[in-house]
T-cell receptor, first 114, second 110 residues
Framework: DSGVTQTPKHLITATGQRVTLRCSPR?????VYWYQQSLDQGLQFLIQ???????AKGNILERFSAQQFPDLHSELNLSSLELGDSALYFC?????????????FGSGTQLSVL | DAKTTQPPSMDCAEGRAANLPCNHS???????VYWYRQIHSQGPQYIIH???NNETNEMASLIITEDRKSSTLILPHATLRDTAVYYC???????????FGAGTRLTVKP
């Protein structure tokens, strides 16, 4: 158990809908990362937050947004969903988000868009 | 970040050492080498990381060549539970994201 909690574990929805994925980091960790893993794209870095502020941005679509709340949990919002958004979404956390820190990953949310 | 090259797949016999190579010929002096693995569809798991010295922990050893252009992850006594995709990542100092490549799919066979 990495200590990172993601909910829900599975989510099935329809095209055009909006969903919210939730992540609680390990106790004491201030930084949260979001990744998307689809069969044809591998693990893609989406975005990183540190103590409520966006710190780094990767291949995140404009239809997607994220935030980190004062209690340090984070939410990834996916809107106007398309079939291609079906993927595993992972959250990871680290202490201060520094480059010499290891990331601890949650077990992921499997999103299926029908 | 420096690009890494790994073989797409490797096999290893149970109980033998698994040696997973990674080429990072464009690595810079301030870039760390990280290894993670992903078992089936679980979240990736940290294994080990290093800058220029060889490193060892309870899971594995990391051997980095003197010119730092390549490295090898060694699982000393592979078990069936080590079957996974292994990712080699180089991460530059002061760059906050961590980007994964395609990795090596290691299959440990009985």
């Amino acid at each position: 158990d990495s200590g990172v909690t993601q909910t829900p574990k599975h989510l099935i929805t329809a095209t055009g809908q909006r969903v919210t994925l939730r992540c609680s980091p390990r106790s004491g960790d201030l930084s949260v990362y979001w990744y998307q893993q689809s069969l044809d794209q591998g693990l893609q870095f989406l975005i990183q937050y540190y103590n409520g502020e966006e710190r780094a941005k990767g291949n995140i679509l404009e239809r997607f947004s994220a935030q980190q709340f004062p209690d340090l949990h984070s939410e990834l919002n996916l809107s106007s969903l398309e079939l291609g958004d079906s993927a595993l979404y992972f959250c990871a956390s680290s202490g201060r988000g520094g480059w010499n820190e290891k990331l601890f990953f949650g077990s992921g949310t499997q999103l299926s868009v029908l | 970040d420096a690009k890494t090259t790994q073989p797409p797949s490797m096999d290893c016999a149970e109980g033998r050492a698994a040696n997973l190579p990674c080429n990072h010929s464009t690595i810079s002096g301030n870039e760390y080498v990280y290894w993670y693995r992903q078992i089936h569809s679980q979240g990736p798991q940290y294994i080990i990381h290093g800058l220029k010295n060889n490193e060892t922990n309870e899971m594995a050893s990391l051997i980095i060549t003197e010119d730092r252009k390549s490295s090898t992850l060694i699982l000393p006594h592979a078990t069936l539970r080590d079957t996974a995709v292994y990712y080699c990542i180089v991460r530059v100092a002061n760059n906050n994201d961590m980007r994964f490549g395609a990795g090596t799919r290691l299959t440990v066979k009985p």
